[in-house]
C-alpha cells in the first residue's frame, strides 16, 4: 500500500492494531469503517469540509444508475491493465470511480483522498483493500515521488502536491467538464447560460507536460424527478440557481440530457 506520512512531523506512519503511529508518538485511529482521518484542525477551515451529507447520499444515489459509465469506460481505456506502482484517486468522493479504478491498477497499490469525512466514510464500505484518507489535496500525506499515478475528477487542481508525490514519468489523469455539458439542465435553471469548459492546462506548469485529450459525449434520458435533483446537487449549480429554478426541474423527467466531458493526460517531467 502507498506509505504514509504523519501529517504532523512527516514521518513515516507504521499501522499498528487499529492505530496509525509515527516515531514522535503521533497517533491516528483509523474509523470503524477503515478509513483514516489525517486532516488536522488547523487545516481545516470549517467543522466538516467538502461534500456533506445530503451531498454525498445524491452523488451515490445518481452514480448507481450507471448514467456516467460512458466517463468511467473511457478513463479505465487510459489506465494500464494491471498493477504498475501506487496510485492516487484525489478527491475521491463516495468512490464510485475508484473502486472500478482499483479493478486494473490494483487495490492494495491504491488510495483514495477526500476532504469530506461524509464522503470516505461511504466510499469505504466499497473496497476494504483500500487505503482511505481523510485529508487535504494541498496536504497529501504520501511521501515525495511515490506515486506512479494520480487522477483528479471534477476537483480543485493542487498543482504542487500533486508534482511532489509523483514521480518523475508519473502520470497525472484530470477529468472535466466541456462546454456543453448539461446543457437541458443549465438551460432551466439560468436566463443566462455561459459556455464555459474546464481545461486542466490553465493550472500546470511546466514540471508538467501534455500526452493526450479525448472528448466524451452522449445523452440519457433521466427517468424521474428525484434522479434529476440528486444530478443537480452533485453540481455548482445546486448552490448558484435560484430556488424557484430548482423547484422546475422536474419538468426535464423523461427529456434527453447531455453530459460533455474532456479527459487530459499530463507526464510528470
Not at 512531523?9 to 483509523?30: I, K, V
Not at 469525512?117 to 461511504?122: G, I, L, T
Not at 487505503?131 to 496536504?139: C, D, E, I, M, P
Request: charge should be positive; proline fraction near 5%.
Amino acid at each position: 500500500m502507498p506509505e504514509l506520512k504523519c501529517p504532523s512531523c512527516e514521518q513515516p506512519l507504521q499501522l499498528n492494531g487499529n492505530a496509525w503511529l509515527c516515531t514522535n508518538g503521533h497517533r491516528f485511529d483509523r474509523a470503524r469503517r477503515g478509513y483514516t482521518n489525517l486532516l488536522l484542525a488547523q487545516h481545516r477551515r470549517s467543522r466538516s469540509p467538502g461534500d456533506d451529507k445530503a451531498m454525498v447520499r445524491a452523488r451515490t444515489e445518481f452514480l448507481q444508475l450507471g448514467r456516467y459509465q460512458p466517463l468511467a469506460d473511457a478513463l479505465l481505456k487510459d489506465l494500464p491493465s494491471q498493477p504498475d506502482g501506487d496510485w492516487l484517486d484525489l478527491g475521491c468522493g463516495e468512490g464510485w470511480y475508484t473502486e472500478q479504478f482499483a479493478r486494473q491498477l490494483g487495490s492494495a497499490q491504491g488510495a483514495g483522498v477526500d476532504i469530506s469525512k461524509f464522503a470516505v466514510d461511504s466510499a469505504a464500505k466499497r473496497d476494504k483493500t483500500l487505503t482511505w484518507l481523510v485529508a487535504s489535496g494541498a496536504r497529501l500525506p504520501l511521501f515525495d515521488a511515490s506515486l506512479s499515478r494520480v487522477i483528479v475528477l471534477f476537483t480543485r487542481l493542487f498543482t504542487d502536491d500533486i508534482a511532489r508525490v509523483l514521480r518523475p514519468g508519473g502520470e497525472l489523469i484530470v477529468a472535466g467538464t466541456g462546454a456543453s455539458h448539461l446543457m437541458p439542465l443549465r438551460e432551466a435553471l439560468y436566463e443566462d447560460v455561459r459556455q464555459s469548459g474546464f481545461d486542466a492546462s490553465k493550472f500546470l506548469d511546466d514540471r508538467f507536460c501534455a500526452i493526450d485529450e479525448k472528448v466524451i459525449q452522449f445523452d440519457w434520458q433521466p427517468q424521474s424527478e428525484q434522479e434529476l435533483h440528486n444530478l443537480l446537487t452533485m453540481t455548482p449549480h445546486h448552490w448558484r440557481a435560484k430556488p424557484s429554478a430548482k423547484a422546475e426541474i422536474g419538468k426535464l423527467t423523461g427529456a434527453t440530457m447531455n453530459a460533455h466531458f474532456v479527459i487530459q493526460r499530463f507526464r510528470k517531467q
